[in-house]
């Protein structure tokens, strides 16, 4: 598992010693059927970055290898001194790359044990304007299509997302249906993508014009007739409030800064099946779950609800899926809601603890919860994640983490772990036993191919031995991945994302196995679509169910907030930042020593063209890599430019992978959903030479 697509591999340990000798897509995985991309393989077999396989701990200011029962005591230690303050005064970051089993551990420790509200995980970087979109329009969380849509459908919209580069073996599924006759693929990215490279049509709008544009296409299918009036009479409502509010549709395309034949190629599109997919560049985005939404409205307003069609987040991460239905981070297992009095009352008796240990709300999100460090907050216990990479405005994150004590646990020596007080060495893929959720709600095995080295334990042992010293009894023994998946599924039965009918013996039989699966011979299909889908001949026989009051799909109504932070004459340039085909997150197993690479478009690289000519003056004679400084108003980062017809002019393109490029993004969320606005800051280019006459200017004022 090496992204959401949830891909088997087969990895085979050599016959002597630690490692992996061998890595491939596994041929019977109902999934990916022997498919697998050559970022998942070679990071898996031979990934990048410094393993951890001690514990350590921090001693005159230097971390130092330690014994396990030092490094597990001083944790507990520190965590339990923040705990005498109250729950709330220890936080806790999970991760989409932990098993389904460990994400649920850490969620029951947290807020069954610990009762803090300041408990999150990086997934709500990456997918909580979708998910908060998802809930809006169903009432539930996740896709309703599945990958057995992708062949069935005849148009392919790709809007802010780039499945070339992130998903491959998924976007090989979508150009095979879109290469189909009277099928088609249609990207709408500011940049002019890997995956639009390919697309029969590209929608070049501003960075930040999604929303407008989709509220353009929108009002262009009402003005000519193409709503599927039966559809939304019978299976949604809100929708005549949507129409009264729709903007002309020539000047809502004209904010998004594209043409009307654009506008007229998407509403064409949409006349039949349709998926739309989104990713990053929807999400990440004080505006994100408002555009979210607005793609969900276009699906609901043409009647693409149906097999073969519908509005299909692309998750990034490889258990993004599973931490959002196992954790406890938003809702409770099984999508449980988080405020519901009798959900609450039956996750605390399964747990064993009191009701009143719960906090009352789900907390502020990450970006919240490092505003209060310092405040409210003591101590961090941080699982496989690196938020002084992946976080925005990322001096800050380190400056707060500095003044807090921190536990790690890692398999990795991230920047996150120069920070900490407590390191606990933790397994990783080819390690573990459990499970993993992918994008299409798919459950899989994960199983250990190798051995742990002798340092090294997983993250569930890891979490079950702090509780042992935290909270006696939370875990009745210590918690194993079998039947800590057994409490998980039977906690969800009745539920939206109902696992009760999956088991590890069912899945060893059937490898994988999609939720809803209440009964042990259910995998579930599209959701909340209840006519035949294997009769398309009479459309009279369609019929929708939806978990809302209503029973009804609902139309969003979001309104547009102004962009945080919009380019002037000191910061002429918005960054964007976006992935790597060859990088996997913060780049910890991928990343290669050397500055991020900027790329901007031609025109740019002119008008920067003198201060671009002069390099380095540690470059070797004949190097002709050009340097220059992105500046923020929070920091200035070191780069190497790259000259790219890709990117339109006044865009700086940086990828996320890199720990210095979250120096430069701002803080500002989403209201809705909580996720930070990575997508657009405000930037300027300045020559080396200039940012260091600038510092020695400021140093003397």
């Known amino acids: 598992m090496r992204c959401a697509v949830g891909c088997g591999h087969v990895q085979q340990a050599p016959e002597r010693g630690y490692g992996l000798e061998t890595v491939r897509g596994d041929a019977a995985h109902p999934v990916n059927q022997g498919l697998a991309c050559q970022r998942g393989v070679s990071e898996t077999a031979d990934p990048g970055g410094e393993w951890l396989t001690r514990p350590l701990e921090r001693k005159d200011g230097e971390l130092v290898p330690t014994t396990w029962e030092s490094a597990l005591q001083r944790a507990a230690g520190g965590l339990g001194s923040a705990l005498e303050s109250g729950g709330d005064s220890v936080a806790v970051l999970g991760s989409g790359q932990q098993t389904n089993e460990a994400a649920y551990a850490l969620g029951k420790l947290a807020r069954g044990g610990f009762g803090t509200r300041y408990y999150d995980a990086n997934t709500t970087l990456c997918m909580a304007s979708a998910v908060t979109a998802y809930y809006d329009a169903f009432g539930s969380d996740a896709p309703p299509p599945t990958y057995d849509d992708i062949p069935e459908a005849e148009s392919h919209v790709v809007w802010g997302a780039n499945p070339a580069a992130a998903h491959p073996v998924m976007f090989r599924w979508i150009r095979q249906s879109a290469d189909e006759d009277d099928s088609e693929l249609i990207v709408v990215d500011p940049v002019h993508s890997e995956t639009a490279e390919v697309a029969d049509h590209h929608v070049p709008l501003e960075p930040g014009g999604d929303l407008a544009l989709a509220r ?106 599973g931490t959002r239905v196992c954790s406890s981070k938003g809702s409770w297992p099984g999508h449980r809601p988080f405020a519901d009095p009798d959900h609450r009352r039956e996750v605390a008796e399964t747990w064993d603890v009191s009701v009143s240990r719960f906090p009352d709300d789900p907390g502020p999100g990450p970006v919240g919860i490092v505003d209060a460090i310092g405040d409210d907050i003591d101590a961090v216990y941080a699982v496989a994640t690196n938020p002084v990479a992946g976080m925005p405005d990322a001096t800050r994150v380190r400056e707060k983490l500095e003044d807090s004590f921190l536990v790690v646990q890692d398999a990795f020596r991230s920047e996150t772990v120069e920070y900490a007080d407590v390191v606990l060495p933790a397994a990783t893929w080819g390690e573990s036993e459990g499970t993993t959720t992918n994008m299409e709600r798919t459950i899989s095995r994960v199983r250990a191919a190798t051995e742990t080295p002798g340092g090294v334990r997983t993250d569930l042992t890891l979490i079950g031995q702090l509780a042992d010293r935290l909270v ?85 109504t979001g309104e547009a907030r102004p962009l945080p932070e919009p380019t002037d004459e000191s910061y002429p340039f918005t960054l964007t930042t976006a992935r790597r085909p060859d990088a996997y997150n913060t780049g910890v197993r991928t990343r290669e020593d050397e500055p991020p690479t900027a790329r901007v478009s031609p025109a740019t690289a002119a008008a920067f063209a003198e201060e671009l000519e002069a390099p380095a003056d540690d470059l070797e004679d004949g190097d002709d890599e050009q340097f220059a400084r992105v500046v923020s108003r929070r920091a200035s980062v070191t780069v190497s430019v790259e000259t790219d017809e890709a990117i339109p002019d006044g865009v700086v393109w940086l990828p996320i992978h890199h720990p210095d490029v979250n120096d430069l993004t701002l803080p500002d969320v989403d209201p809705r959903s909580n996720e930070p606005n990575f997508k657009q800051c405000a930037v300027r280019l300045e020559s080396l030479r200039e940012r260091d006459v600038r510092s020695v200017a400021e140093a003397s004022a």
């Open 216 to 321: 353009a296409v929108l009002a262009r299918v009402v003005e000519t007739d193409r709503v599927d009036e039966a559809f939304v009479a019978e299976a949604t409502v809100g929708f005549e409030e949507l129409r009264a509010e729709l903007p002309d549709a020539a000047e809502a395309a004209e904010m998004a800064g594209v043409s009307m034949d654009d506008v007229d190629r998407l509403a064409d599109a949409l006349e039949d099946r349709t998926l739309c997919y989104w990713g990053m560049g929807i999400n990440q985005s004080v505006n994100g779950t408002a555009a979210a939404g607005a793609l969900i409205d276009l699906c609901l307003a043409t009647g693409n609800l149906r097999p073969g069609s519908g509005p299909f987040s692309l998750t990034g991460q490889a258990n993004s899926m």
């Open 472 to 556: 006696p009894d939370l875990f009745d023994n210590r918690p194993e991945p079998e039947a800590v998946f057994d409490e998980l599924a039977a906690l969800t039965a009745g539920t939206p994302a109902d696992l009760s009918g999956i088991s590890y013996d069912r899945l060893e039989a059937e490898r994988a196995v999609r939720w809803p699966a209440p009964e042990p011979d259910v995998s579930a299909g599209y959701r909340y679509y209840e006519g035949d889908e294997s009769d398309e001949s009479d459309a009279a026989d369609d019929s929708w169910s939806f978990p809302t009051q209503s029973g009804r799909a609902r139309f969003s």
